[in-house]
């Protein structure tokens, strides 16, 4: 039934710091954020992704 659930990787949406990009990202048990699908989410060398939870309030 499905995609087999046995990993405890989460998905959210996050977005650069330094550009202000938004992308999906894969969040790790370890809490390594890796974008998904691609090698980075902008081109920032050193841009800080930050993690969008559920409802987030400017
Ligand atoms: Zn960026």
Redesign the pocket.
């Known amino acids: 039934m499905g995609d087999n659930g046995n990993d405890t990787k989460r998905r959210s949406a996050a977005r650069?710091?330094?550009?202000?990009?938004i992308g999906i990202v894969q969040i790790w048990p370890d809490g390594r954020i890796q974008p998904l699908g691609q090698d980075q989410?902008?081109?920032?060398d050193d841009?800080e992704l930050h993690v969008l939870e559920g409802s987030d309030r400017p």
């Open positions: 650069c710091s330094n550009c202000g990009a989410l902008c081109r920032c841009g």
